[in-house]
């Protein structure tokens, strides 16, 4: 997945952890579709606490091309009862990362992988103790893989699993999956949507509104506790409003997205500088920068290591806090309204707005 990633709609539990990569070695690689490989990890007894994830995070992963560091963010897939750490990579048109990973990549290579983070994510020890729904399309399947197998393993709970895609052939961990319904067959319950190929008895187009009704109606006598969304823009627009609609609280709406709206506003046409005073931990950097540059990129301009994975507004790891002045982003996918009233910005989509504005990178959603 190129992960473009996750929001929970209300209350995000966000993660910022060290800007630091490590080299881990690839132990396997498994194909999973003529375009998709799920890579698996070796990670040493040193860095096993640094790796350790919850259900739904993501790896960011970096690998130089031409004398240049190009970084994406992939899913984890593993549950966490595996033992192992493994993402999903699915081959992009023109993608240079999911090229590489998909076709040159070979066991017992090295790739720079940053600890996992993100927001998408499945507290068995909390959120256990009712039934889930899961929504996916594409490579958006990814870390419900990861969700599904954790809460199977680790509680008694019930898993709806609606998975879209075009066929049958193109479905990533179609074996897997329907392995997990013979493992578990009064609590793991699968219905895929397949647009292009019909197949059996499941549903034949798109997650839309009447496959998400039907899906509630068959399930209307279950323990409700949350609801996760994970794929292209607008599906998982239409299920979040969709189960909005039935008068479910935002805060037990989980959405992830893997491909990045255009921006909804334009601030290339500010003027003037802007002083940017960047806290890290107890150092503090000041510097001069056009306005109509995005925070991030004047930051990293200047040399400083910000983390950032995306680059999309979508993934999370670029969170920052304004501390003074005002900046604004151009489109916001992971910061719910009462995170951005606090003052916390994506910086990789944030423009200066103020003569002065003061970020700090250290900051806990």
């Known amino acids: 997945m190129a ?34 490989v799920k890579i698996t990890f070796d990670v040493p007894e040193l860095l096993q606490r640094a790796f350790r994830f919850e259900a739904g995070e993501y790896l960011t992963l970096q690998h130089t091309f031409d004398g240049k560091k190009v970084r994406r963010a992939y899913s984890i897939c593993s549950g966490i009862t595996e033992g192992e750490l493994s993402v999903a990579v ?20 090295t790739l720079e992988v940053m600890p996992p983070m993100g927001s998408f994510v499945f507290f068995y020890d909390i959120f256990g103790n009712k039934d889930i729904m899961l929504f996916s399309a ?19 709970i019930k898993v709806i699993f609606i998975y879209g895609n075009k066929s049958k052939e193109e479905t990533l961990f179609f074996d897997e999956i329907e392995g997990l319904r013979v493992t578990f067959p009064e609590r793991f319950f699968v219905h895929y949507a397949f647009s292009q190929q019909p197949w059996g008895g499941h549903f034949t187009g798109r997650i839309n509104d009447a496959i998400i ?22 599906m998982v627009k239409n299920v979040r409003d969709a189960i909005l609609m039935r008068g479910i609280s935002e805060d037990r709406i989980f959405t992830e997205l893997f491909e990045a709206p255009p921006a909804e506003t334009d601030f290339s046409t500010l003027e003037g500088n802007v002083d940017i005073t960047l806290i890290e931990g107890d150092k503090e950097h000041t510097f001069k920068a056009a306005k109509n540059q995005i925070l991030l990129n004047s930051i990293l301009m200047q040399g400083y290591d910000a983390p950032y994975s995306c680059l999309n507004g979508v993934c999370s790891s670029c969170i920052g806090k304004v501390e003074s002045g005002e900046a604004q982003m151009a489109k916001n996918e ?4 009462e995170q951005v009233e606090k003052g916390y910005i994506l910086t990789c989509q944030a423009y200066a707005l103020s003569d002065k504005v003061t970020i700090s990178l250290d900051k806990r959603v």
């Open 3 to 36: 992960i473009t990633k996750c929001t929970n709609s209300s209350k995000i539990i966000a993660y910022k952890r060290m800007n630091s990569f490590y080299e881990l070695t690839v132990s396997k690689i498994t194909p999973l579709t003529a375009t998709a």
């Open 90 to 109: 699915k081959r992009v048109p023109n993608g240079l990362f999911s090229t590489f990973a998909t076709e040159a990549l070979r066991e017992g290579d």
């Open 138 to 156: 594409g490579s958006g399947v990814t870390p419900m893989m990861s969700i599904a197998k954790t809460a199977l393993h680790k509680t008694n």
């Open 213 to 234: 009704n039907k899906v509630f109606d068959l399930y209307k006598d279950l323990n409700w506790g949350r609801y996760y969304a994970c794929g292209p823009s607008e």
């Open 334 to 337: 992971t910061l719910n309204k």
